[in-house]
């Protein structure tokens, strides 16, 4: 056939839906089979936009995968380790077997539309965490069932919690050996200080996990593996009572202690008890404990928790209920800004992504008002008029395209050129005025009322190197790819040296930086040269300075003079971004624009440290007098302001900062020696040590510049068996010694 081509670039787990596209195209399908997969946007409370997020290697990815598949999206089932799975389509994700790229997917399950996003694991690419849970309206934390709460898990659960995410929780890979149900709720209960409530209890464990007890229903699940081949999608339901005793006591006792945390959570469900149950709460049915449940999640005030193997295709249809029972469809997320627009467009661009054919593809959330193809839409922190030539679904790296998108929805947006993360969406400028008097006339206020939604905050890269074309001619190719890769990527920071003239890349890790070099050459084609890897200290002063400075200019036959004279010292908090102020009543004797050339002049000086250019941070500067001839430009008062702010902090006492990783190492007991000896050597301080079944987890701070491949050398003491995590902990003064040897080292003396 003439389609015999398109089936074979998909690959197996794709084939069924090129088939579908290509018969629906060519009308081989009958109109009843056409609006099965037609995409028909649903009413909003059929509608899911759910995030999986969780610690590396917990299992994300494959759990989505198994959605897929049960939802009919997939009609066979891929695997991280083959590489094929849905949302793992980049060449470097296949290779790593890692998520490096949040991908967003759209499927139906019983008659709801579910938007999920399946986001990284890894701490390099936490942003794309932290801006797929800005437009999700509920989330589901994955657990490793053998380890609990993780570190990146904890991370993931304050990005959560940060943008007022309700959760569930599913205890991943019961099928393992070390699997243990009790370790997994007692570390949520300590360390993400939650309540978790269990809804279902695991049959068997281990090799022998079979099924699942639904503590709500009373009803047992049992998947019988036919063969390694079996994909999980039939199980036997049937009541408890058929069951072993002992698991039908655990299951009473487990269904009475739930009933007992709702009622503390929920006065509504206590009050129930307390008239219509209070001599059997074992009588108290199953869908009153579910709404009761679910205003609990909504609510934030705990998390309710399944268990399952997605590895082994058992647990996930449950959980997909779950999604239904107890997450926020749209409209039961409440946004202030909203409520200004009532029934124009307002929608959040979260994501960019570039497409050879289509070019920038962004991603955008409708919070109201419906967004439809061929429109013009207003861009209110561009300040720019955009086309949206078309929309379309997405399904991974495939999508499938649509006249018109409604409130609650999540679509990929065709002809934005300008629109970067973070930007509001509105359907014109006459809408946005709209919008704020309705603002303004509520609240009765008139400077401080915004009318755009909140972006996402974008954290400072750690490493940083340089990077070079392979020739002159092919400098302004570079140019464009890394010009396309930040707009992808805002964690991705590009910045010319100002003495060498050199590109300098800056992200949040090594393979942060690695993965961007060989998307670089995969996708651009370019064969860069990267230079050594390089920490982004900080610079900050260590006692109080003044300094007073005079720039006498002539410029043509205008002649500029201004004296400024500054104080600067140590802030409060080293680890809080620079300020100035002025000296009292200073600021009345100046001119906005003088003002804001004095603003400038200041922040201009802490973007370079007086020590070896880095950023300053914790500095407190006052300016106490600023003096100047009529004609002078606000241009020279900057740079006299600037350079007076460098003196001072030269007067001050330099110090150099340095980034501060908390270290997170599971070994087993066998190495931990080693592991220890090797931290010590790297300037780390121990803080804990804990047991996890036979393996220890130590936890522990160390400067970042010695990190360097630790992650070989740990595989090398270990012989492979230990993980590690890291993470960006404080900014802390480097003592006299460390600070002496990096200014030789910068300096080439080393």
């Known amino acids: ?38 995409v028909v946007t649903p009413d909003i409370s059929k509608i899911r936009n759910i995030g999986i997020m969780a610690h590396i290697d917990a299992g994300k990815t494959t759990t989505t995968e198994r959605m897929l598949f049960y939802s009919g999206y997939i009609r066979a089932l891929g695997d991280v380790d083959d590489g094929d799975t849905v949302t793992d389509f980049m060449a470097q994700e296949r290779e790593r077997g890692i998520t490096i790229q949040s991908a967003a997917v759209t499927f139906d399950w019983k008659n709801h539309r579910i938007n999920l996003i399946d986001t990284p694991g890894h701490v390099d690419f936490t942003l794309e965490v932290e801006r797929s849970l800005r437009v999700l309206d509920g989330a589901v934390a994955v657990f490793d069932a053998s380890a609990g709460v993780e570190a990146q898990t904890l991370t993931v659960w304050r990005q959560a919690q940060k943008h007022h995410v309700p959760c569930i929780g599913f205890l991943n890979k019961m099928d393992k050996p070390m699997a243990n149900l009790n370790l997994c709720i007692e570390s949520i209960k300590e360390k993400m200080h939650t309540t978790p409530i269990l809804l279902q209890i695991p049959v068997g464990c281990g090799k022998s996990f079979s099924g699942l007890v639904d503590v709500l229903t009373k009803e047992q699940l049992t998947w019988k593996t036919q063969s390694k081949n079996d994909d999980g999608r039939s199980f036997n339901v049937q009541p408890l009572e058929q069951s072993e005793p002992a698991l039908v006591e655990a299951v ?9 945390q709702v009622a503390d959570l929920d006065d509504e469900f206590a009050e129930l008890l307390l008239t219509d149950f209070s001599d059997n709460f074992d009588a108290v049915p199953s869908i009153k404990i579910k709404e009761a449940l679910r205003r609990v999640t909504l609510a934030r005030k705990a998390i309710p928790i399944l268990c ?13 209920d779950a999604i239904i029972a107890y997450l926020p469809d749209p409209s039961q997320r409440h946004h202030d800004v909203i409520q200004w627009y009532k029934e124009d467009l307002c929608a959040l661009a979260f994501k960019v992504i570039h497409d050879k054919q289509r070019g920038p593809l962004v991603f955008v959330r409708i919070y109201s008002g419906t967004l439809k193809a061929q429109t013009a839409v207003q861009n209110i922190n561009r300040d720019c008029t955009e086309r949206v030539s078309r929309l379309v679904v997405p399904f991974a790296n495939q999508y499938v395209e649509i006249p018109s998108i409604t409130a609650g929805n999540i679509a990929l947006t065709v002809g934005l050129k300008q629109t970067v993360t973070g930007d509001t969406i509105v359907a014109s400028k006459a809408s946005a005025a709209a919008a704020l008097r309705r603002a303004q006339d509520k609240k009765g206020e008139k400077d401080s009322v915004k009318v755009i939604l909140t972006g996402i905050e974008v954290p400072d890269p750690v490493f940083f190197c340089t990077i070079e074309p392979p020739s002159m001619a092919k400098q302004t190719d570079l140019e464009n790819a890394l010009s396309c890769l930040q707009r992808e990527d805002p964690s991705l920071k590009v910045r010319v040296d100002p003495d060498s003239g050199q590109t300098i890349l800056c992200g949040m890790g090594e393979l942060h930086i690695d993965i ?39 410029i043509g036959e205008r002649r500029h003079v201004v004296t400024v004279e500054v104080s600067v010292e140590p802030s409060d908090d080293t680890g809080s971004s620079s300020k100035f102020t002025f000296q009292t009543d200073s600021p009345n004797q100046l001119s906005a624009d003088l003002k804001q050339a004095i603003e400038n002049g200041v922040h201009s000086s802490f973007l370079q440290g007086p020590l070896l250019g880095y950023p300053v941070q914790g500095v407190s500067t006052e300016i106490q007098s600023v003096s100047l001839e009529p004609g002078t430009s606000p241009a020279m008062v900057s740079a006299c302001v600037s350079r007076c702010v460098q003196k001072a902090m030269r007067a001050a006492g330099a110090q150099v900062l340095e980034p501060v990783m908390s270290l997170e190492v599971t070994v087993g007991e066998d190495y931990l020696g080693s592991v220890l000896g090797d931290l010590a050597q790297r300037r780390g301080t121990v803080r804990d040590i804990q047991s996890r079944h036979s393996d220890k987890v130590l936890l522990a701070t160390v400067p970042l510049a010695e990190m360097m491949g630790y992650s070989t050398a740990l595989r090398s003491l270990t012989s492979g068996t230990a993980t590690f995590s890291l993470e960006l902990d404080t900014y802390e003064a480097m003592n006299p010694q460390d600070q002496n040897m990096l200014l030789k080292r910068v300096a080439g003396l080393l």
């Open 1 to 38: 056939m003439f389609w015999t081509k398109y089936l074979f670039v998909a690959g197996p787990h794709r084939r069924s839906t090129v088939i579908w596209i290509i018969k629906r195209k060519y009308g081989f399908l009958s109109d009843d089979v056409k609006s099965v997969r037609t």
């Open 252 to 260: 009473k006792e487990a269904r009475a202690f739930l009933i007992e």
């Open 308 to 320: 399952g193997s997605s590895l082994k295709n058992k647990g996930v249809q449950p959980l997909l």
């Open 516 to 554: 961007i070099h060989d998307r670089i050459r995969r996708e651009h084609g370019i064969e860069t040269h990267l230079g050594p890897l390089q920490v982004a200290y900080r610079e900050t002063v260590t006692q109080k300075a003044k300094s007073t400075d005079t720039l006498d200019r002539t």
